[in-house]
T-cell receptor, first 112, second 112 residues
Framework: QKEVEQNSGPLSVPEGAIASLNCTYS??????FFWYRQYSGKSPELIMS????GDKEDGRFTAQLNKASQYVSLLIRDSQPSDSATYLC????????????FGTGTRLTIIP | EPEVTQTPSHQVTQMGQEVILRCVPI?????FYWYRQILGQKVEFLVS????????KSEIFDDQFSVERPDGSNFTLKIRSTKLEDSAMYFC??????????FGPGTRLTVL
């Protein structure tokens, strides 16, 4: 069973601080990695994708991938109350295998 | 910005009845997906669809489920004989490639 693991939280971070969200995956052949944000009662919203080792920055968000450690993380700088949501890590395995495998998500609360 | 749309937003049905959930993917996307999320649980892959045929399906997607692209814009999920355990949020997603997947707002299915 290919798994994606996340700490369910809740993770509480003061407004303006850096929120750090982590994800590990079991399938060493995984190719593509995604972070989705899900507000309560809403659908997953894609915020970052990363495909190669290293860092990828987009605005206040930085995704980090380490395939050797099977670890992917998301940093949110200058956290805002609107960042309060559940963050889902999703992994796509082999080339040609299209499905995303999701973690259970980490609930993030930004404290004003 | 183009979005995936889904109808209805909420469907209530009796156990054993057939339901059809409808989706309009983003217009230039080629890959289409259905996922579901049981309340409080992770997002689970059901099926992917490309070039007018199923390209991958999960063990959840048994003979009670079917998908169809009846015209150039709609993508439907049919559940032939609903069970109580089919109660969930059903999300349609689409992708221009087989990487980044964009989710619709979901249909909440309640089976009584």
């Amino acid at each position: 069973q290919k798994e994606v693991e996340q700490n369910s939280g809740p993770l509480s971070v003061p407004e303006g601080a850096i929120a750090s969200l982590n994800c590990t995956y079991s399938d060493r052949g995984s190719q593509s990695f995604f972070w989705y944000r899900q507000y309560s009662g809403k659908s997953p919203e894609l915020i970052m994708s990363i495909y190669s080792n290293g860092d990828k920055e987009d605005g206040r968000f930085t995704a980090q991938l380490n395939k050797a450690s099977q670890y992917v993380s998301l940093l949110i700088r200058d956290s805002q109350p609107s960042d309060s949501a559940t963050y889902l890590c999703a992994v796509r395995a082999l080339q040609g295998n299209e499905k995303l495998t999701f973690g259970t998500g980490t609930r993030l609360t930004i404290i004003p | 910005e183009p979005e995936v749309t889904q109808t209805p937003s909420h469907q209530v049905t009796q156990m054993g009845q057939e339901v059809i959930l409808r989706c309009v993917p983003i217009s230039n996307h080629l890959y289409f997906y259905w996922y579901r999320q049981i309340l409080g649980q992770k997002v689970e892959f059901l099926v992917s669809f490309y070039n007018n045929e199923i390209s991958e399906k999960s063990e959840i997607f048994d003979d009670q489920f079917s998908v169809e692209r009846p015209d150039g814009s709609n993508f439907t999920l049919k559940i032939r004989s609903t069970k109580l355990e089919d109660s969930a949020m059903y999300f349609c997603a689409s992708s221009p490639t087989y990487n980044e997947q964009f989710f619709g707002p979901g249909t909440r299915l309640t089976v009584l």
